[in-house]
C-alpha cells in the first residue's frame, strides 16, 4: 500500500465511522475533516433542489452555515451534475466538483477546494476526491430517510399536502444497471395532486408504471399512492401484469370508490427486450428508436381507467412487443401534450418527442434530457402547470459498459 493509499483509506474509514453514530447536521463537518485529511483546504456538500433547478449546500449545525446555491444552468458546478462529470477550476483557489451519485441517481455534488498536499489535481488525486464522493453519497442517502435536514435542503417553498404523501411513495427518479435504465420526473413538484410513478429491477426484469388519477387533490394523492403500494404489494408476492391492476381497480372501487386512475405498466425483461404492458385509459406509451418514433409501434386499444370494478372481471389482454438494442419506452401523463400556452398552443407529442430527442442526441444521459424537457415543458406554459406532468423513460441497453470522465473547462 503507498502512503496515498493509507492517507485515502484513513480518510473515508474515519468519515464512515464518525458518520454513524452523527447527526445529519455534524455531515457537512465530518466531510470537510475528511478533506482536509487528503490534503485540501476542505469540502462542501450540495444537493439538487426537488426540482433540479439549483444546488444547495448542506446546513451545518450552527446559524448561518447554510452558504449560497449554485444554479445548475451556467455553473462549473451544475456541468458536474448535469454531465455526472468531475469538473476542475484552475481557481483561485483551485476547485474541483464531484458528482455524488447512489448508484445512477445523481443527488448533487461535492466541491473541495485547494492543491491536495500542495500538488496540481493529477489522475490519482481525482481518483480520491472522487471515492470521497462516492462515499459521502452513500452516507448522505442513509441519512435522508429520517432527516429532515436533509429533505429541508432540497426544498425551495413547502409543499401541500397531496405532494407530501405522494413523494413519499415515490422511488428514486432513476435507476437502472448495465441493461437498462429508467428515470422519471413529476411535476409541479411542490403540489402535484393525482400523477405518480414507479420503477424497479428485479431478476432480469424491468417494472415501469405510470399513473393519473382523477383530480388533483388530498383524495387524489391517496388514489395514486394507494395505486403504487397495490402495485408493489402484487409484483413482489409473484404477480403479473394484470394481477397488478385487477388489485388496483379492486382496492380502488372498495376504499376510494369515487376516483378513477388511468396507468400503464410495463414489464422489460432484459435479457431479451420482450416488452410487455397493459394500458387503462391512459396515453399509449411511444416508442424511440435511434432519433424518431416510431409511429404506432405501441399504440393499442385501451381497456377502461381503473376503480370501476371493470378490471376484476374476465381476462385482461397483456401487450407485447421486442426492442431492438437502443430503444427507449416513453410513457407520459395527459398533463404533458395537453400543456398550453399562453396563446392556447398544446404542447402536444410532436413538441415532447422532438425536444426529448434532440437533448438525448447532444449526449445529454436520460435524466438530464427529461430535466430539460420539463424545463421546456414549463417554459410553455409559464411556470403555471394547469395540470399534474410525469414523464417516464426507460432505455434497454444491454450489456452496455460506459462511466463518467473528467472534463476541465467552462459549464
Partial sequence: ????????????????????????AELPALVHEAARALGADGARVFLADVQQHSLVPLPGPGPGEYGHPVDIEGTLGGRAYRLQQTQLSA????????????????????????????????????????????????????KSAYSDVIVEAGRRQPMSLQAEL??????PRT??????????????????GGDAFDHAVARGHLHVSVFDAMGHDLASGGASSVALAACRSTRRSGGGLVDIARTIDRAL?????????????????????????VNCGHPPPLLIRDTRVVPDALRRSPELPLGLGFHQHGPQPVHHARLQPGDRLLVYTD?????????????????????????MAGGAPAPEALRRLVRALLAHQDHQLRDDATIALAEWHPRRHGGGRTVSGPA
Avoid: Q
Wanted: charged letters at 20%; hydrophobic letters at 45%.
Fill in 175 to 192: 435507476i437502472g444497471t448495465r441493461d437498462v435504465t429508467s428515470s422519471a420526473v413529476l411535476e409541479p413538484a411542490y403540489d402535484v
Fill in 166 to 171: 405522494l413523494w413519499a411513495f415515490l422511488p
Fill in 91 to 142: 481557481g483561485p483557489p483551485p476547485t474541483g466538483w464531484f458528482p455524488l451519485v447512489d448508484g445512477i441517481e445523481r443527488i448533487g455534488v461535492l466541491r473541495i477546494e485547494g492543491r491536495l498536499h500542495g500538488a496540481a489535481p493529477d489522475g490519482r488525486t481525482i481518483e480520491r476526491c472522487e471515492a470521497l464522493a462516492a462515499l459521502v453519497a452513500l452516507v448522505v442517502v442513509s
Fill in 253 to 277: 372501487a372498495r376504499w376510494i370508490p369515487d376516483r378513477l386512475l388511468t396507468a400503464v405498466i410495463v414489464d422489460l425483461d432484459t435479457a431479451t427486450g420482450e416488452l410487455s404492458w
Fill in 335 to 359: 398533463g404533458v401534450t395537453e400543456a398550453r400556452s399562453a396563446a392556447g398552443e398544446l404542447f402536444g407529442e410532436h413538441r415532447l418527442t422532438d425536444t426529448l430527442v434532440h437533448h
Fill in 1 to 24: 500500500m503507498t502512503w496515498d493509499d493509507a492517507v485515502l483509506g484513513d480518510a473515508l474509514a474515519g468519515l464512515l465511522t464518525d458518520s454513524r453514530t452523527s447527526g445529519p
